[in-house]
């Protein structure tokens, strides 16, 4: 990804959705801010797509643009709604899978 392209967004207004596209079958992310402190990505997924459980060594923030997912932290599962967050603890394992099509914000914090 070119690292000027997030430079665009600045000082303008923008529709957090249009920013990315679903792609059939397919999970799609667009990194918006990418810095040594945290990052900010928008995410698509196609419904039934997910990511296979995994671990991170950071605090994460998931926020639900539209649609619905299944996110499980630590075996315990969770379902979120346009307009509904959650965190995602440093080093536990966690899991998304796409109950609907769905559009997400990820948050990573790295300090």
Do not use: C, W
Not at 62 to 68: A, D, M, P, T
Request: proline share 4%; no cysteine.
């Amino acid at each position: 990804m070119d690292k000027k392209e997030p430079k665009q967004l600045i000082a303008k207004a923008s529709n957090v959705e249009s920013l990315i596209e679903y792609q059939e079958g397919s999970v799609v992310s667009r990194t918006i801010i990418d810095k040594k402190t945290g990052t900010v990505t928008l995410f698509a997924f196609d419904e039934n797509q997910g990511l296979s459980e995994h671990t991170a060594p950071y605090d994460a923030m998931v926020y639900i643009l539209e649609g619905e997912v299944e996110v499980t932290i630590s075996g315990q599962p969770i379902t979120l709604k346009q307009g509904e967050m959650t965190i995602m603890p440093a080093n536990e394992a966690h899991a998304l899978t796409a109950k609907t099509k769905f559009k997400m914000l990820l948050t990573m914090v790295k300090s």
